[in-house]
């Protein structure tokens, strides 16, 4: 049995997560990561297993050129020993897409519990209807849906395998109890949080250490959510957290808390946990997601707070010494002229403060509920203005990528109505 993984830096947090997971389940295989596509072609040709299963991951925006990837590394090597499977928020959102696509499986939901499961059924040639969380190809071409895989506490698995080279930011919260209607990650992971125990955080500090890793990060939804299952911060647990990853890591260690990969939310964003944050972390900026400057449309999105937060935010976070990264998204629906005015003024108000302005463009992605939403039109006026922050030094973003990604998501998503009937194993 071998695994080759199509590996790219964009996605892999979590492919390590599945490395983890088989080295946690002892199915472990061997393993082949391609970072090109003839790389991966490569690897398959050149494994002598006789089953080859290749994972790939990848988000929405990507979903056209991986498929044309995958049939890049098909014309390389198609082999009947292989099979390729699509993972990850698209392929759980879009499973008939991804087989018609050309994959031969996708997985559903959560990997971990369906990587390994799947693996143990390749090796004793069991059926894959019987392997939980899957899309398998039906007869006809149909995505055949497998029972739901389990979602397991946090501490089930860790966040990367026990091996250097695969090292990364340890997951500390998973899922979102704030639904908001733009957001793959609730619908993907459900709308409540579940929290890694600190053990197990620590755990994963030591193994870093332990091969000479002196900087941790932390993928989370929220920062300032963890240990919580409410809207108010408990930074009685989020003390225990970071304080404990310091005991771990040595001397010149350093823990990163609320910048990239993960955000703080405007309202969480007070001169107490700033200071928490102060006496802890050694990032000198903080991301926090404000998405629109109108309470209209932030009412709409259903992101809990409206625009007066985000200011305050900001003010707070540059007072305790923080330089804070704010998430803008425009085009999201149904916003008007004077939403986008709006935004635009709070920005440049931000950006006097001292923020730089992070740039988003709207895409009705798969899975939330405005997947089928239009994108609102954004003149050339707020494009000017857009660029006009950038030049300054105070905005940044891939809001035009974005934009032509949105158009070919909306495509896609009139070529695959959301009502059409799905197909499981136990239909008849």
């Given at each position: 049995?071998?695994?080759?993984?199509?590996?790219?830096?964009?996605?892999t947090y979590g492919v390590n997560a599945l490395l983890g997971a088989l080295e946690t389940a002892k199915a472990e295989c061997d393993l082949r990561l391609g970072t090109t596509p003839e790389e991966t072609a490569e690897h398959i040709a050149a494994s002598p297993a006789d089953r080859v299963l290749v994972l790939w991951s990848f988000y929405s925006p990507d979903a056209e050129a991986m498929a044309a990837e995958l049939a890049?590394?098909?014309?390389?090597?198609?082999?009947?020993?292989?099979?390729?499977?699509?993972?990850?928020?698209?392929?759980?959102?879009?499973?008939?897409?991804?087989?018609?696509?050309?994959?031969d499986l996708a997985a559903i939901g959560e990997g971990e519990p369906t990587i390994v499961a799947l693996v143990e059924a390749l090796r004793?040639?069991?059926?894959?209807?019987?392997?939980?969380?899957?899309?398998?190809?039906?007869?006809?071409?149909?995505?055949?849906?497998?029972?739901?895989?389990?979602?397991?506490?946090?501490?089930?698995?860790?966040?990367?395998?026990?091996?250097?080279?695969?090292?990364?930011?340890?997951?500390?919260t998973r899922g979102c109890a704030y639904t908001c209607r733009f957001c793959q990650t609730p619908f993907m992971f459900g709308g409540r949080f579940r929290h890694r125990g600190v053990d197990s955080v620590r755990e994963h500090v030591r193994r870093m250490a332990a091969h000479g890793l002196r900087d941790v990060r932390f993928i989370t939804p929220t920062s300032?959510?963890?240990?919580?299952?409410?809207?108010?911060?408990?930074?009685?647990?989020?003390?225990?957290?970071?304080a404990g990853v310091k005991e771990e890591l040595p001397a010149d260690g350093r823990v990163f808390f609320g910048s990239f990969p993960s955000e703080i939310r405007p309202e969480h964003v007070t001169p107490e946990a700033m200071r928490l944050l102060r006496r802890y972390v050694a990032n000198d900026n903080i991301i926090i997601g404000a998405q629109s400057g109108s309470d209209r449309v932030l009412a709409a999105a259903g992101r809990g707070h409206g625009s007066a937060p985000v200011r305050d935010a900001v003010r707070i976070?540059?007072?305790?010494?923080?330089?804070?990264?704010?998430?803008?998204?425009?085009?999201?629906?149904?916003?008007?002229?004077?939403?986008?005015?709006?935004?635009?003024?709070?920005?440049?108000?931000?950006?006097?403060?001292?923020?730089?302005i992070h740039t988003h463009t709207f895409m009705p992605l798969p899975g939330t509920p405005w997947r089928d939403a239009e994108p609102a039109f954004i003149p050339l006026a707020t494009m000017r203005e857009l660029d006009r922050l950038a030049q300054r030094g105070d905005a940044y973003g891939h809001w035009r990528k974005q934009a032509e990604h949105a158009a070919r998501l909306a495509e896609t998503a009139k070529a695959y109505p959301r009502r059409a009937r799905r197909r499981r194993t136990t239909d008849n």
């Open positions: 049995m071998s695994v080759v993984v199509r590996y790219r830096r964009a996605v890049t590394v098909r014309a390389l090597a198609d082999d009947p020993r292989v099979l390729h499977i699509a993972g990850g928020v698209h392929a759980t959102a879009e499973p008939q897409q991804v087989i018609d696509a050309g994959w004793a040639d069991r059926p894959l209807t019987g392997v939980p969380g899957l899309a398998v190809r039906d007869g006809d071409g149909t995505a055949l849906r497998t029972p739901p895989a389990p979602q397991l506490p946090l501490d089930a698995f860790p966040s990367f395998p026990d091996r250097r080279r695969h090292f990364g930011p340890i997951e500390i300032l959510s963890y240990g919580t299952q409410g809207p108010e911060p408990a930074l009685d647990a989020v003390e225990e957290l970071l976070a540059v007072e305790h010494g923080f330089r804070p990264n704010v998430d803008f998204i425009f085009g999201l629906p149904g916003e008007s002229p004077e939403d986008q005015d709006a935004s635009l003024r709070l920005a440049a108000d931000l950006a006097d403060l001292g923020a730089r």
